[in-house]
C-alpha cells in the first residue's frame, strides 16, 4: 500500500506537504468547526456504531488487511491482535459512547444543545468559627446576602469542540491510536492526526472504514493524517496552529514539543508511566487458590507490557521471603496457561537480545544468592525474583519482576524515586493497610489504585491517565 498523507477526505503525495501546504490546512481546518459544531451527536454514534460492528466481524475486508499487516510487522500474536479489534469495535460501540458520554460531561445532551440548570442556593447563617477562617483568608462575607431563603437561579450550560486538534501518537501500542481518536470525534473537533511511520497503516485501515459507512461525510471529512518526520518548518506551523495538542508519547520528545510551541497552547498529555502490583504476604495462598492469580497473569501478558498499566514490578509485603518464593513458583504456572490462551508472538532480535541479556544477569545473581531466575526455555516470559527491593523496569515482553519489601515504609522508599512516574498499582491487601497505601500513593502521583488482575481493565468511570479525556476537549458555555 503506497503511504499517502490524507486532507480532510483528499489524498496526496508525502511530498505535497510543505510550509505553505501546512498554512492552508489550517486554514481549512479553522473553517469547518462551525460546521462540525452543529453536527448532531445522534448522527456521530450511528456512524461509529457501524464502524464498531464492521471491526467485530472477522470477516470484514479492511479488519483482514490489518491483521495480515500487523501480524507481519508487529510482535503480537493473531490472539492478541484479534483482541484489539474487539477493543476498536467497543471503543466506537454506541452503548460505551453514551454511557462513557454521560460519565465525563454528566449528559450527552450537552453535546447537542443549551440544557437549562436551576440552582437552590440555601445556607444558614455562617458559624463564627467559619466566619473567622473567612476573614483569616481575606473572604469578603456580605451576611446581608446570606439567609435561610432559597435563591433560586436558572442558566443553561452546553459544550462547544475546542476546534483543532492535533493528535500526536509515538506510542508502540498500536490501537490506543484508534482509542484516542474517538474523543475527538465524539466532541465534535476537526482533527489532524500525526503519526509515526509504523502505525501508519492501521490508522489509515480505520479511517477508511469510517469513510465506508459515513455516508453524509460528517466525521470523515475532519479527518487530516500525517506520518513520519516532517521538517522544522511544517511542524512548528502545525504546532502554533492548533487550539489542543493530545500528546502520546515519551517525556522526552513531549519537551522536544514544547520546545517548538511559542503560544499559549494547551497541551494533553500522555505520557509513558510505569505500573507496579502490591501483594500483602499473608494473602499469598489465598490468591494462589481463586481466579486473582489468573488474572495477575493477564495483566502482566496482556499487550506484553507495551501499556502504561501493565505491571513491571510486584512487591510482596512480608518479614518472611517463603511467600515470595511461592508467588513466583505458582505465578510460572498460570504464565504457562496464559502463553497457551495468548501466545507471545514474534519476538524481534533484538527484542530478544534484552531477554537474554536480563536472563544472564538473573543467572549470577542466583549464583551469588542474590535471587532466582524462573522461566520457560523459550522466550514467552521471565519471572525474576531479586532480594534488591529496588524498583526496576522491566524489559517488556512479559518480564517482571518480583520483589519482597517488609513494610510500606521500605515500598515507599523503593517507589519516591519514581514519583510523577508512575500509573496504576494493583493491590491485594488487608483494609487497614489499604487506607495507608491510598494515601501514600496518592501522593506520589499515582493515577490509578485498582485490584490486581484489573489494571489493564478499561472501566468508563475510571480516568487512564488522571483526566477524562472528553472533558479535556470541549469548552463549557454557559447562558444565563
Known amino acids: 500500500m503506497e503511504r499517502k498523507i490524507l486532507i480532510f477526505g483528499e489524498e496526496y503525495n508525502q511530498d505535497w506537504l510543505n510550509a505553505q501546504s501546512a498554512r492552508e490546512i489550517l486554514e481549512e481546518a479553522y473553517k469547518k468547526i462551525n460546521i462540525s459544531s452543529e453536527t448532531n451527536i445522534d448522527t456521530i454514534l450511528f456512524v461509529l456504531e457501524k464502524v464498531s460492528k464492521a471491526w467485530l466481524d472477522p470477516q470484514y475486508h479492511l479488519r483482514q488487511k490489518a491483521l495480515e499487516y500487523l501480524i507481519s510487522n508487529t510482535s503480537f500474536s493473531e490472539v492478541m491482535i484479534e483482541k484489539?479489534?474487539?477493543?476498536i469495535s467497543l471503543f466506537c460501540s454506541k452503548n460505551y459512547n453514551i454511557e462513557r458520554i454521560n460519565t465525563e460531561l454528566g449528559s450527552i445532551e450537552y453535546l447537542n444543545s443549551f440544557c437549562k440548570h436551576s440552582t437552590n442556593l440555601q445556607s444558614n447563617?455562617?458559624?463564627?468559627e467559619s466566619s473567622l477562617q473567612a476573614?483569616?483568608?481575606?473572604?469578603?462575607?456580605h451576611k446581608n446576602k446570606i439567609s435561610n431563603n432559597?435563591?433560586?437561579k436558572s442558566f443553561f450550560l452546553s459544550t462547544r469542540p475546542k476546534g483543532v486538534i492535533l493528535n500526536i501518537n509515538q506510542g508502540n501500542q498500536y490501537f490506543e491510536i484508534i482509542e484516542n481518536l474517538i474523543p475527538a470525534i465524539l466532541t465534535k473537533n476537526i482533527n489532524i492526526i500525526k503519526i509515526s511511520d509504523e502505525n501508519y497503516y492501521l490508522m489509515h485501515l480505520f479511517l477508511e472504514s469510517i469513510k465506508e459507512f459515513d455516508e453524509q461525510n460528517i466525521i470523515f471529512q475532519n479527518q487530516t493524517l500525517l506520518f513520519g518526520n516532517n521538517n522544522n518548518d511544517i511542524e512548528e506551523i502545525i504546532y502554533n496552529g492548533v487550539d489542543t495538542i493530545c500528546f502520546n508519547g515519551d517525556l522526552e520528545n513531549l519537551n522536544i514539543?514544547?520546545?517548538?510551541?511559542?503560544?499559549n497552547i494547551k497541551i494533553i498529555e500522555n505520557v509513558y508511566s510505569f505500573s507496579f502490583a502490591v501483594i500483602e504476604g499473608k494473602y499469598i495462598k489465598q490468591i494462589i487458590n481463586s481466579d486473582s492469580l489468573y488474572n495477575l497473569a493477564k495483566d502482566i501478558c496482556i499487550w506484553n507490557q507495551k501499556t502504561s498499566f501493565s505491571p513491571h514490578v510486584i512487591y510482596v509485603i512480608d518479614k518472611d521471603l517463603k511467600s515470595t518464593h511461592l508467588?513466583?513458583?505458582?505465578?510460572?504456572?498460570k504464565m504457562i496457561q496464559i502463553n497457551d490462551d495468548i501466545p507471545n508472538?514474534?519476538?524481534t532480535f533484538d527484542e530478544k537480545v534484552d531477554i537474554r541479556r536480563i536472563r544472564e544477569k538473573s543467572k549470577i545473581s542466583q549464583v551469588l544468592g542474590e535471587g532466582r531466575l524462573v522461566c520457560p526455555d523459550d522466550f514467552s516470559f521471565t519471572l525474576i525474583l531479586e532480594y534488591n527491593p529496588r524498583f526496576k523496569i522491566s524489559c517488556m515482553n512479559r518480564t517482571l519482576f518480583v520483589k519482597r519489601v517488609l513494610n510500606l515504609d521500605g515500598l515507599f522508599e523503593q517507589l519516591l524515586p519514581f514519583s510523577g512516574k508512575l500509573n496504576t498499582s494493583g493491590i491485594y491487601v488487608s483494609d487497614e493497610l489499604k487506607k495507608d497505601i491510598e494515601r501514600d500513593f496518592i501522593n506520589l502521583g499515582i493515577k490509578r489504585i485498582t485490584n490486581i488482575g484489573e489494571m489493564c481493565k478499561k472501566h468508563i468511570w475510571q480516568p487512564i491517565n488522571g483526566y477524562f479525556l472528553l472533558r479535556e476537549l470541549v469548552d463549557w458555555v454557559t447562558l444565563i
Open 84 to 87: 484489539s479489534f474487539e477493543y
Open 125 to 128: 447563617a455562617l458559624s463564627q
Open 135 to 141: 476573614d483569616e483568608i481575606g473572604v469578603e462575607i
Open 150 to 152: 432559597h435563591n433560586n
Open 257 to 263: 514539543l514544547k520546545s517548538k510551541i511559542k503560544y
Open 327 to 333: 508467588l513466583i513458583e505458582s505465578l510460572f504456572d
Open 345 to 347: 508472538g514474534n519476538l
